[in-house]
Every structure is written in C-alpha cells, then in structure tokens.
C-alpha cells in the first residue's frame, strides 16, 4: 500500500527495524549519514537502497527538515555506493517515491539505485 507522505514518522516502519539492526540486510555500506543495502526484492542486476540515519518520511521531509549536515552526508553517500559498485562507467539510475502516485511504500526515505543493465525507459507508459 502506498503511503500517506504527510504522516508523522513511524519508527516501526522496516526501515528504522534495519536502522536499528533489529532485522538484518544485506548492507554494502554504512557511515554516519547513511545505511545502504541491497534491495529484498531487486528489481535490476543491481538494486540498492540508500536510507539517511535520520527519521526521515520522504524526500520532502528530508528537504524541508533534514540539516545541512544530514543532506551532505546523505547525498555524498549514494554517490559513493553507486562508485563502489563500478555503475558510474556504465550508468545508473536514482529514484526516490515520494507518496500515493508514486508508490512510495516504506515511509522511510530511500533512494533506489539501479544497474547493471540498460535500464530502459524512465517510465512506464
Ligand atoms: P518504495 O516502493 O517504497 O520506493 O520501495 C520500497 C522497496 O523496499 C521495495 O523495492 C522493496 O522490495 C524494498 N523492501 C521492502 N521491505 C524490505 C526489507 O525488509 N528489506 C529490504 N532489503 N528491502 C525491502
């Protein structure tokens, strides 16, 4: 089900349980700002979601309420974890569900990064 963007944030979402290692990933990285792990259910040979630590709803949370500091961090760190995973000479793509049209079903901010194969149009039509 997608969720409502303007709830308040639920620290039961799946998201704040791997934040707080209370159910495992499969983590490729980790620093002060952010988690990132492969995706349960990829959707391309590589998919991984990159979360910031913060409880963060969505992108617009995150834009509106998150700390200079936090959104460095954050966006510096899918940029590293895409690097690492040898996508930048190939290409990758991000995404980020923001809410009911676009989906959005964890509500805890994630950025998706896809690869490992031309990925094909941005969306569906
Ligand atoms: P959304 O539709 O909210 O942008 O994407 C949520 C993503 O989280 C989906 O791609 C889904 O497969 C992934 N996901 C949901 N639950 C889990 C989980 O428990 N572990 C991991 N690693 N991914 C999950």
């Given at each position: 089900?997608?969720?409502?963007?303007?709830?308040?944030?639920?620290?039961?979402?799946?998201?704040?349980?791997?934040l707080?290692?209370e159910?495992?990933?499969?983590?490729?990285?980790?620093?002060?700002?952010?988690l990132?792990?492969?995706?349960?259910?990829p959707q391309?040979?590589?998919?991984?979601?990159?979360?910031?630590?913060?409880?963060?709803?969505?992108?617009?949370?995150?834009?509106?309420?998150?700390?200079?500091?936090?959104?460095?961090?954050?966006?510096?760190?899918?940029?590293?974890?895409?690097?690492?995973?040898?996508?930048?000479?190939?290409?990758?793509?991000l995404?980020?569900?923001?809410?009911?049209?676009?989906?959005q079903?964890?509500?805890?901010?994630?950025?998706?990064?896809?690869?490992?194969?031309?990925?094909?149009?941005?969306?569906?039509?």
């Amino acid at each position: 089900m997608p969720i409502d963007p303007t709830l308040e944030y639920d620290d039961q979402n799946i998201f704040a349980k791997i934040l707080r290692k209370e159910i495992p990933c499969r983590q490729v990285f980790e620093d002060e700002w952010a988690l990132a792990f492969h995706d349960i259910n990829p959707q391309a040979p590589e998919h991984v979601l990159a979360i910031p630590k913060g409880a963060y709803v969505s992108w617009d949370d995150f834009s509106t309420t998150a700390t200079d500091a936090e959104i460095a961090g954050f966006v510096r760190a899918v940029g590293y974890v895409a690097r690492e995973m040898g996508l930048v000479e190939t290409g990758y793509r991000l995404l980020a569900n923001i809410g009911i049209d676009s989906h959005q079903e964890v509500p805890h901010l994630h950025v998706h990064i896809f690869g490992g194969k031309p990925l094909g149009p941005m969306l569906v039509r």
